[in-house]
């Protein structure tokens, strides 16, 4: 008799060639997932060391372009007097100085031990020493920015002697307090030619009674800083307020035109671009090739016109190089200027 009785159900199990496919296609899932979350966790921990590394460099970037849009000169008018000391018409005048350029040229200091531009001002800072003014939040300083290149043991504390040190570029910050400023003790209206930076040049290797030094470094492998004082930021303007970089609001004194339009009168635009190399390329570098010289070409930025290609240039360079870099780049808007209202002021 045929079987009536109900078939149950096959169970079937899965083959061993199917098991080994299985596992090979999640192995392989696994891998893929595996390599996402590493290349995730790479990048990220890599801009985060960048953002480290360059942490230094950004601050002190800032600290330029919070500075230098506080500069002032305090225009006036006053009167112009003839050969007998008779009014015969008002012209612009101030107490006051601000200049910038190729550092070499304003500070000395040749062979590329002041790469670069620099700049100097007042502002109304409020620096000072002296417990009695330093309620005094918008008292007058002197300010500035260069680079410069020099030994760590400069800035080493004495128990440290024997510890091996290093070249580096710095960007220093000149900052004496208000009691020690030297701008009034200059006679600036009686000055010309390199006399007439003494209230900077002369001052930056010094310090107060107390042993306050008047430039520090704030940031290290700085290896460029480039001014440019502009009238217009407009495309296809060509900058005729400083074609060479140097701006100066005495250059009629330094041997510049009497007619000078820059006569006591601020910038009312700067451009301030700074290069900087992280640590590990400092040292990769250096142990390459003895020392940090010669990785920025030279003769770069003496021009304003040539700024796109000499930025293109040194971009090369230093990728060329194969150092890690970053280029901060801001154009400061000086409040106090009064360019193109009455002739200037």
Request: glycine share 8%.
């Amino acid at each position: 008799m045929p079987d009536t009785r109900p078939h149950s159900s096959r169970r079937r199990g899965f083959t061993l060639l199917e098991l080994m496919v299985s596992m090979g296609v999640l192995s392989l899932i696994m891998l893929l997932v595996f390599q996402m979350l590493s290349h995730t966790q790479r990048a990220w921990s890599g801009s985060r060391a960048r953002l480290a590394t360059f942490k230094e460099a950004r601050v002190a970037f800032e600290s330029i372009t919070r500075r230098l849009g506080q500069a002032t000169l305090n225009t006036y008018w006053d009167y112009e007097l003839d050969a007998n000391d008779r009014p015969r018409s008002y012209q612009k005048e101030s107490d006051q100085h601000f200049v910038c350029g190729p550092s070499e040229s304003l500070l000395g200091g040749g062979g590329g031990s002041r790469p670069g531009h620099c700049i100097f001002f007042q502002a109304p800072v409020g620096f000072s020493l002296e417990e009695e003014n330093q309620a005094l939040t918008t008292l007058l300083n002197s300010w500035g920015y260069y680079i410069e290149k020099s030994n760590d043991s400069a800035y080493m504390p004495s128990f440290l002697n024997g510890v091996k040190t290093r070249d580096r570029y710095r960007l220093m910050e000149f900052r004496p307090p208000s009691e020690d400023m030297a701008l009034y003790a200059t006679d600036l209206d009686n000055n010309s030619g390199a006399s007439l930076y003494k209230w900077f040049s002369g001052e930056l290797g010094k310090a107060s009674e107390g042993g306050f030094k008047f430039s520090r470094p704030i940031a290290e492998n700085i290896l460029m800083l480039v001014i440019e004082p502009r009238e217009s930021n407009q495309p296809g303007n060509s900058n005729s307020l400083a074609s060479n970089y140097k701006y100066d609001s005495r250059d009629f004194q330094a041997g510049g035109a009497g007619s000078d339009r820059t006569k006591h009168v601020l910038p009312p635009l700067v451009d301030v671009t700074m290069v900087a190399i992280d640590e590990a390329s400092a040292v990769r570098y250096e142990q390459v090739n003895g020392s940090l010289d010669g990785l920025v070409p030279s003769g770069l930025f003496s021009s304003a016109s040539a700024y796109d290609s000499d930025i293109a240039r040194l971009r090369v360079a230093l990728t060329d190089a194969r150092v890690d870099f970053r280029i901060f780049e801001e154009t400061v808007v000086i409040r106090a200027s009064k360019w193109g209202i009455d002739d200037g002021i």
